[in-house]
């Protein structure tokens, strides 16, 4: 049977802003309750099928015959104009903007630094550096900014270990990589350019000096693939960049958005305090209510038959992870923020052959996270009104740009 796809002679634009910093618009995923799939309008007038079914979400994303996640094949939905710099910079074209062959070689690249015995033993340094940061936080005063004073600074120092960063030049990797993301016009650029800069510089170090510690993803890029002529150096630095954009901002804004949802829901925190078995748990959740990536951008390069309806070669495809996190049929209540609920349906690292391959990674640095906060600030609060903490509530990427707390 071939359904009718919604609003297919009159889409709705899209994305969707939200109303509450850490939840999805209801708009959104009410869209799944009428079709498995909806024609939406973008910012530039393109239309692509946003994709909200569970079961056809992970289909297309486990699919990469017939689907594309290059930005420049044919109508790949852009969802504004700083997506659209990005993609002419080149930089989407590395690792999670690149199809096979080539995504499988880059990813084979990284993944030795990505098993579970390399992450475990960063267990002990993420625990000494969330610790460190509580203890700035704290030695001034009972008030601070989370996200200025934890949530960016703890992921940027995570990945420096990851990527073998000298303890000495950690703050001349650590400025630039948190204006990456800074709101202010211009500030992304020159960061892009000050990170090419030192990334090239520490390049040039780890090849003058093999097996010089710290030893991380880059020693490994250099000796395994550069030296060997499997990679160049550009290549290499897109490499590393794309992890760090990966590994910082994404687990940032988690923290940050969790963080608030919890304080929010006050028994939650309650909750959480009383029991830190339950941390896991909370994370799942969090990742699940968050869903701070709202969607994933692919391109038909086939016809494709998915929920009774047939999308043609060259058009766009967003595959929701907000239908996927909050389908009742395998989330019950899927609008209550339950911490003690067992983890449903989520794709919060995607899926397939392009799932994020640094997914334990960040559940380790949330889980260690969230515990020392429930151990050394129980009483937490937020100091200002919920509708005047300061984000990013577009719809595409959500972030907040400050959480002032007290404890």
Same mark, same amino acid.
């Given at each position: 049977?071939?359904?009718?796809?919604?609003?297919?002679?009159?889409?709705? #634009?899209?994305?969707?802003?939200?109303?509450?910093?850490?939840?999805?618009?209801?708009?959104?995923?009410? +869209?799944?309750? !009428?079709?498995?799939?909806?024609?939406?309008?973008?910012?530039?007038?393109?239309?692509?099928?946003? /994709?909200? $079914?569970?079961?056809?979400?992970?289909?297309?994303?486990? =699919?990469?015959?017939?689907?594309?996640?290059?930005?420049?094949?044919?109508?790949?939905?852009?969802?504004? #104009?700083?997506?659209?710099?990005? &993609? $002419?910079?080149?930089?989407?074209?590395?690792?999670?903007?690149?199809?096979?062959?080539?995504?499988?070689?880059?990813?084979?690249?990284?993944?030795?630094?990505?098993?579970?015995?390399?992450? %475990?033993?960063?267990?002990? %340094?993420?625990?000494?550096?969330?610790?460190?940061?509580?203890? #700035?936080?704290?030695?001034?005063?009972?008030?601070? $900014?989370?996200?200025?004073?934890?949530?960016?600074?703890?992921?940027?120092?995570?990945?420096?270990? +990851?990527?073998?960063?000298?303890?000495?030049?950690? *703050?001349?990797? =650590? *400025?630039?990589?948190?204006?990456?993301?800074?709101? *202010?016009?211009?500030?992304?650029?020159?960061?892009?350019? $000050?990170?090419?800069?030192?990334?090239?510089?520490?390049?040039?170090?780890?090849?003058?000096?093999?097996?010089?510690?710290?030893?991380?993803?880059?020693?490994?890029? /250099?000796?395994?693939?550069?030296?060997?002529?499997?990679?160049?150096?550009?290549?290499?630095?897109?490499?590393?960049?794309?992890? +760090?954009?990966?590994?910082? %901002?994404?687990?940032?804004? &988690?923290?940050?958005?969790?963080?608030?949802?919890?304080?929010?829901?006050? *028994?939650?925190?309650?909750?959480?305090?009383? %029991?830190?078995?339950?941390?896991?748990?909370?994370?799942?959740?969090?990742?699940?209510?968050?869903?701070?990536?709202?969607?994933?951008?692919? &391109?038909?390069?086939?016809?494709?038959?998915?929920?009774?309806? /047939?999308?043609?070669?060259?058009?766009?495809?967003?595959?929701?992870?907000?239908?996927?996190?909050? =389908?009742?049929?395998?989330?019950?209540?899927?609008?209550?923020?339950?911490?003690?609920?067992?983890?449903?349906?989520?794709?919060?690292?995607?899926?397939?052959? !392009?799932?994020?391959?640094?997914? #334990? +990674?960040?559940?380790?640095?949330?889980?260690?996270?969230?515990?020392?906060?429930?151990?050394?600030?129980?009483?937490?609060?937020?100091?200002?009104?919920?509708?005047? /903490?300061?984000?990013?509530?577009?719809?595409?990427?959500?972030?907040?740009?400050?959480?002032?707390?007290?404890?």
């Amino acid at each position: 049977m071939t359904t009718t796809p919604l609003h297919a002679e009159n889409p709705p #634009e899209y994305p969707i802003p939200r109303k509450c910093p850490y939840r999805p618009a209801s708009e959104l995923v009410d +869209l799944r309750k !009428h079709s498995p799939m909806t024609q939406v309008r973008l910012y530039n007038g393109r239309t692509a099928w946003l /994709v909200t $079914d569970t079961e056809a979400a992970r289909t297309v994303l486990a =699919d990469h015959r017939k689907v594309s996640i290059s930005a420049k094949v044919g109508n790949f939905p852009m969802l504004n #104009e700083e997506f659209e710099a990005i &993609v $002419d910079s080149g930089f989407a074209e590395v690792l999670f903007g690149a199809d096979p062959p080539v995504h499988t070689q880059q990813r084979q690249m990284i993944m030795p630094s990505f098993t579970m015995r390399r992450v %475990d033993r960063l267990h002990s %340094d993420i625990q000494r550096i969330v610790e460190e940061k509580f203890d #700035e936080m704290m030695s001034k005063g009972n008030t601070g $900014d989370i996200v200025e004073q934890f949530a960016h600074p703890v992921p940027s120092l995570v990945i420096s270990l +990851l990527l073998g960063v000298p303890a000495e030049e950690r *703050e001349e990797f =650590d *400025e630039p990589a948190r204006r990456l993301f800074s709101a *202010e016009p211009g500030q992304a650029e020159q960061a892009m350019t $000050d990170l090419n800069a030192y990334l090239e510089k520490l390049i040039s170090h780890k090849e003058a000096n093999p097996g010089a510690g710290p030893v991380g993803l880059v020693d490994d890029l /250099v000796e395994n693939q550069l030296k060997g002529g499997k990679v160049d150096r550009a290549t290499l630095i897109q490499l590393a960049l794309a992890m +760090l954009v990966a590994g910082t %901002d994404t687990t940032t804004n &988690v923290i940050s958005l969790g963080t608030l949802a919890l304080l929010d829901n006050r *028994e939650q925190w309650d909750a959480l305090v009383a %029991d830190p078995g339950l941390v896991p748990n909370a994370v799942a959740e969090m990742l699940r209510y968050v869903s701070l990536i709202e969607q994933y951008g692919r &391109v038909a390069t086939e016809d494709i038959d998915l929920g009774g309806h /047939v999308i043609k070669a060259g058009e766009g495809i967003l595959i929701s992870s907000v239908g996927v996190a909050f =389908d009742p049929a395998t989330t019950p209540d899927p609008f209550k923020f339950d911490i003690t609920r067992e983890p449903g349906a989520n794709i919060a690292f995607g899926h397939g052959v !392009h799932r994020c391959p640094g997914a #334990e +990674l960040a559940r380790l640095e949330l889980e260690i996270t969230f515990r020392a906060m429930i151990a050394r600030m129980p009483n937490l609060r937020i100091t200002i009104p919920h509708d005047q /903490v300061p984000g990013n509530n577009d719809g595409t990427l959500q972030r907040l740009f400050a959480l002032p707390v007290a404890w």
